[in-house]
């Protein structure tokens, strides 16, 4: 006997707001597997917005309801049986933050967790990456977003500490982010991974799975820190523009990019990797996880 069940994840970060639209296919005897129906990501940029003004935007808030109703619309025609929102690091620090997900709910009638960095770590943490990742191994998982990076140590299969920073490519872009943070993280990566005797990184998030394609390894190869350092100073050899017309990159994606890829690297560096893998999950697969495994608090309609 097969079932299949339909759950949806908002994921509403500092860069981009997305919905991911997942079929959970149940079958006696064996264990369910999660399937990508539908990926939708507007590329909204909350935290320009709230990492220089402190609040968002008459067009951003706009922007985010227009977003919300045609997200709830998609959700129906896909008929799903249920969904989780989460916002992470932009709505958290928005002065207007919680009236603008109150606002949403009385427009759309989605309820939207505005999360802490720990949980946002521990969901995506929560993600099943037995299916990347050899038990044997110790790995530092990077998940690199707009406002936060969250990092989490994994040794034999399993999430040994997780912290959330500060440090994220939007603040990267505006340059409001103090030296002090880029020492902790230093510190925080250090102290967690000089424990074990080889580590490797795991990154996630939009612009390390563009590299990773652009690249063209197979599914499960890494990329080396000499390949991404050396991708990283080509990109900074070109302009914004020639980004978008010679690399052929989003005008979204142009930019932070280059942020980005400094926080992957920088994690190599600290952590003593020479490889980085690259699975294609992040915080909305971990919301359709942790949805199915009641794992999360509150908030599933």
């Known amino acids: 006997m097969l079932t299949i069940k339909k759950y949806a994840a908002i994921d509403i970060g500092s860069n981009a707001v997305r919905l991911l639209i997942a079929n959970i296919i149940e079958e006696k005897g064996k264990p369910p597997r999660f399937k ?16 220089l003004k402190d609040k968002i935007s008459k067009e951003n808030t706009q922007r985010m ?16 049986d249920k969904y989780k929102a989460c916002a992470t690091s932009a709505m958290r620090e928005a002065s207007n933050g919680k009236k603008l997900a109150k ?45 936060s990076t969250e990092f989490t140590v994994i040794h034999n299969g399993n999430s040994i500490t997780s912290k959330s920073f500060k440090i994220g490519t939007v603040r990267l872009l505006n340059d409001i982010v103090k030296n002090e943070t880029w020492q902790e993280l230093e510190s925080w990566i250090k102290i967690h991974t000089s424990l ?16 990773f394609k652009i690249s063209g390894k197979a599914l499960g190869k890494p990329l080396t820190y ?16 020639e980004r978008i017309s ?7 994606r142009a930019d932070v990019i280059i942020p980005a890829t400094r926080i992957y690297l920088s994690a190599m560096k600290w952590s003593g990797a020479k490889d980085i893998y690259v699975p294609k999950i992040g915080l909305a697969d ?16």
């Open 36 to 51: 990508k129906s539908s990926l939708v990501r507007v590329p909204i940029r909350l935290g320009a917005d709230v990492f």
């Open 65 to 80: 309801l227009d977003t919300m109703l045609a997200f709830k619309l998609l959700m129906q025609s896909h008929k799903v």
């Open 103 to 147: 606002l949403i709910f009385e427009k759309t009638q989605i309820i939207i967790d505005i999360i802490e960095g720990e949980e946002e770590a521990a969901i995506i943490a929560a993600t099943d990456l037995h299916a990347f990742i050899d038990n044997n191994k110790t790995y530092l998982y990077v998940d690199v977003g707009g406002g």
């Open 246 to 252: 010679e690399l052929d990159l989003n005008q979204d």
């Open 286 to 301: 971990g919301i359709i996880k942790s949805i199915y495994y009641d794992t999360v608090s509150s908030n599933i309609q």
């Open 196 to 211: 074990y005797d080889k580590i490797e990184v795991i990154g996630s998030g939009g612009n390390i799975n563009k590299i």
């Open 226 to 241: 000499f390949y991404l350092t050396s991708y990283y100073n080509m990109l900074q050899s070109y302009s914004y523009e």
